[in-house]
C-alpha cells in the first residue's frame, strides 16, 4: 500500500523595518509591526482560514481516512495571537479532530543547529511548551528549519526524549539509487526517517498554475494516476510513503484560488480513497507501517529543500549573509552572558532564517523566489537595517 503524508509548513516571521544608520542609538523599535499586521491579516484571509476550514470539512467529510500534519512555527503562532486570534482557533480545531499531526521544531525558525547547539536546543524545547500549552499536545516528529538535515543533527534530536521521526528533504545526490517512497532510519538507526518527495510536492506547490509547465493545468485524477503509477515499481508487498510537503502558503497565497487550488485539494482526497491501494497517514505513523528492515542513510553534509541546490546556499553563500550571522550569535552570547532578557528575546526574532534568505543574491529561477518573498528592494538594503540593528544592539550591550 501506499501512504501519503501530508506535511504543511506555516511560519511567519517578524520583519525589519527600515532601520537606518541614523536611527543607531535612539532606542527606536526594529520591527515593522505595521507591516506584520497587514501581511498576517492578508495570508489569513486568503490562505489560513479558508483553508483549515476546508481541510476540517475534508476530515470531517472522510471520517478519519484524511490525515494532514503542520509544523507552526513559535513567531507564527505569536501572531495569530497578535493580530488574527481566529487563525489559531482554526489550528486547534483541526488537533481537535484527532487527524492532525503536530512536528517540532525551533520555536524562531533559526538556523541555530548550524551556529549554537545549546541554543538550538533552547529553541526546541520552548517549542515543544508552546505546542503543549496552546494545543496540549506533544510532539514526536521534529524537522528542523527549512528541512536543514545532517547525520549530527540526527544525533541531538535522538537525546531529546520522545522524538521518534525526522523528516527531511529526498536530495537525489544522498539518495543515489534509492527511492524516497519508503521509510528509513538514520545513519545511526535509532530515528525513523522520512523524506521528501520533491518532483509531485513542487508540481503543487510551485508549477500548479505554470501554464508553461508541459503537464499544464494539473488535475485531480491526473494527479492520483501519476501516485497509483508509483505503486508499481514495488512487488514485495512493502509499504510504501508519499511525503508530500509543502508550505501552507501554496493554498491561497502562493497560489490565489484563481487558479483551482482550493478545488484541487477540496476533490483529491476522495479521488485517492476510492483506491484500496492507496491512502493517508501522518509522519509518526510510519515506522508503525514500516513493514520491512529499515535501512540507513548517512547525510554527511547539510541539505535543506531550498533551491535548486537543495543546501544551505540559501542563506549562508554570501559575505553579507555570513556576516550578518557571525555578528548575530556573538551578540546573543554577549546578552546571555549580560543577562540581558529583553536583547535575547529581540536577538532570537532575528535568527529567523528569514532575514538571511532576503540578503540572497541568486539569480535566475531561484534569484526570483527570493525577491518575491523579501519585503526589501533588493539583498544589500535587506544586509544594511539588519547589520544596523546589529549594530544598535551592540552599544546597548556596552
Sequence with gaps: MLNIVFYFQ????????????????????????????????????KCYLPTNQL????????????????SITGTAIEQFKQYSPEVLDSF????????????????????????DTNEFLEQVYMHRALIKKEFGYDTTTFRNTELIYQDTLSDVIYEIEGFKTIITEGVDRVLDWR???????????????????????DDIAFRFSN????????????FVRWIDHLTLSENQNRNQFLNLFMDYETFGEHQWAETGIFDFIKHLPAEVLKRDNLGFITPCETSEYANYQQEGISFKEAVSWA???RDLSAWLENDMQKN????????????????????????????TSDH???????????????????????????????????ADIEERLL
Design 10 to 45: 506555516v511560519h511567519q516571521p517578524y520583519r525589519l523595518r527600515h532601520f537606518n544608520v541614523l536611527d543607531v542609538g535612539r532606542n527606536s523599535g526594529y520591527f515593522d509591526d505595521a507591516s506584520n499586521r497587514s501581511i498576517m491579516q492578508k495570508v489569513a484571509a
Design 55 to 70: 481541510l476540517l470539512e475534508l476530515i470531517k467529510k472522510h471520517k478519519g481516512s484524511f490525515k494532514i500534519a503542520y
Design 92 to 115: 486547534k480545531q483541526l488537533v481537535d479532530t484527532g487527524c492532525v499531526e503536530l512536528i517540532g521544531e525551533t520555536y524562531y525558525h533559526s538556523l541555530s543547529f548550524l551556529y
Design 179 to 201: 527511492s524516497p517512497l519508503y521509510a528509513y532510519k538514520n545513519y545511526s538507526k535509532s530515528l525513523n526517517l522520512l523524506l521528501k518527495y520533491y518532483q509531485l510536492s
Design 211 to 222: 501554464r508553461d509547465w508541459p503537464e499544464f493545468p494539473l488535475t485531480v485524477p491526473k
Design 307 to 309: 533551491d535548486a541546490e
Design 324 to 351: 550578518a550571522i557571525e555578528t548575530l550569535y556573538d551578540l546573543l552570547e554577549k546578552a546571555k552572558q549580560k543577562g540581558d532578557a529583553e536583547i535575547i528575546s529581540q536577538l532570537r526574532l532575528l535568527t
Design 356 to 390: 538571511f534568505y532576503y540578503m540572497c543574491t541568486k539569480y535566475f529561477q531561484d534569484g526570483d523566489v527570493h525577491k518575491y518573498f523579501s519585503p526589501y528592494d533588493s539583498p544589500d538594503q535587506a544586509y544594511i537595517y539588519f547589520i544596523n540593528v546589529m
